[in-house]
C-alpha cells in the first residue's frame, strides 16, 4: 500500500510516504498549513509524485483540519482519513475516556506495536513531551504528559528579561555551562535525560522492566546521544503508525 502520511503538531507538520511499511521522503514544515500552505502543497505533491492510495493524518489541531481536507482534495482528489479512537488502531483503548487520546499518541502506539510488539513504552518528544503505555493483551493503558523542550525553551525567553532563546539540538551539551546558551542547552539535555529516566523507570514497575522502550519526534536523538538508557529511537515512528492504521481499515 502507498500513502501520503502527515502528522500535523502545534508548531509544524511532517509529511512522508509510506509504502509497504517503509517510509521515506519525511519532510518538516514550521507552521504547518496556517504559515506555509504552499509548501504543504508543494511537499504534498512531491511526496505523492506517482499514484497513492490514500493519505493518513494524525492532528493535534483541529482548527486546521479543514484547510488540510481542502487541500488534500485540490491536490491528489481524494479525502484524507484522520486518525481517532475509533480508527482500527490494532489494540484497545483501557482508557476512561479514549476520544480525549490524542491522534499522534495513537499513531505512536500502532507504529511501536508493530515494530516493536508488546509491552511497549513510547517517549515522544514533541512540542509536548510524550509517553504511551501499551500492555500484553494488547491495550492501550495510559500515558504522561509533560512540558517538552520548545515550550521550555520559549517560556525561559518570554518570561525572563535576560535569557536569550537557545535553538537546541544541534551542539553538544557541555559538561558545565560557559555561558547562558551552554548553560539552557546543558539544562535541557541532560534535564530531560533525567526525566525520562525517572519515567520510564515508574512506567516499567507493573511489567518488571521487561517492557520495550522506543523513542521518536525531534529532539529525541539530540536528548537520548551518549546516554546509558536503553531506549530505540525511531525517527519515523509517527509516520509509520499512521500507514498501518490506515492498512487495518483507517477511519474518518
Known amino acids: 500500500m502507498r500513502l501520503v502520511c502527515i502528522d500535523i503538531g502545534n508548531t509544524s507538520a511532517t509529511l512522508g510516504l509510506y509504502e509497504d511499511g517503509v517510509v521515506s521522503r519525511v519532510t518538516h514544515i514550521d507552521g504547518g498549513i496556517r504559515k506555509n500552505p504552499e509548501a504543504c502543497a508543494d511537499m504534498v505533491r512531491l511526496i505523492a509524485s ?3 492510495e490514500g493519505v493518513s493524518i494524525a492532528s493535534v489541531v483541529p482548527e486546521v483540519n479543514a484547510k488540510w481536507k481542502r487541500l488534500i482534495r485540490d ?4 479525502v484524507p482519513r484522520f486518525v481517532t ?7 484497545t483503548l483501557d482508557y476512561p475516556r479514549p476520544d480525549r487520546i490524542g491522534a499522534d499518541r495513537l499513531a505512536d502506539a500502532a507504529g511501536g506495536l508493530a515494530r516493536y510488539g508488546v509491552p ?9 513531551l510524550n509517553f504511551e503505555v501499551i500492555d500484553e493483551r494488547p491495550a492501550y493503558v495510559g500515558g504522561v504528559i ?33 555561558s547562558t546558551e551552554e548553560a539552557i542547552a546543558l539544562g535541557a539535555q541532560v534535564g530531560y535525560r533525567g ?11 507493573p511489567f518488571n522492566g521487561k517492557a520495550h522502550v522506543v523513542a521518536t519526534g525531534g529532539y529525541a536523538a539530540w536528548i537520548l546521544k551518549d546516554s546509558d538508557l536503553d531506549i530505540a529511537i525511531d ?16 477511519a474518518d
Open 50 to 52: 506517482d499514484a497513492v
Open 75 to 78: 491536490v491528489l482528489g481524494c
Open 85 to 91: 479512537a475509533a480508527s482500527p488502531l490494532g489494540f
Open 120 to 128: 511497549l513504552i513510547v517517549v515522544d518528544f514533541g512540542t509536548a
Open 146 to 178: 509533560t512540558p517538552g523542550l520548545p515550550l521550555m525553551t520559549t517560556y525561559l525567553h518570554e518570561k525572563t528579561a535576560l535569557l536569550p532563546k537557545v535553538e537546541l539540538g544541534d551542539a553538544e551539551a557541555p559538561a558545565v555551562g560557559k
Open 195 to 205: 526525566i525520562v529516566r525517572e519515567l520510564v523507570s515508574h512506567l516499567q514497575k
Open 235 to 250: 525517527p519515523t515512528l509517527t509516520l509509520f503508525g499512521l500507514g498501518k492504521i490506515f492498512e487495518n481499515g483507517g
